[in-house]
């Protein structure tokens, strides 16, 4: 399975929609994997407004 697969991104936007969920605790190594996953697939300032936001 690659990076790109439509399956690893549908998992990584449900991993950070849990981390949105859980407000106290949105920086983990899960939200930060499912970044990872993200980059190259959406704009890099979207990436960082989420982890900047998820304090």
Do not use: N, Y
Request: hydrophobic residues 55%; neutral net charge; glycine residues 8%.
């Amino acid at each position: 399975m690659t990076a790109s697969s439509p399956g690893t991104i549908m998992r990584a936007l449900d991993v950070l929609r849990e981390a949105a969920a859980m407000k106290d605790q949105a920086r983990t190594r899960g939200g930060a994997l499912a970044l990872w996953v993200l980059r190259g697939h959406c704009p890099d300032e979207w990436l960082v407004a989420f982890w900047d936001a998820a304090v």
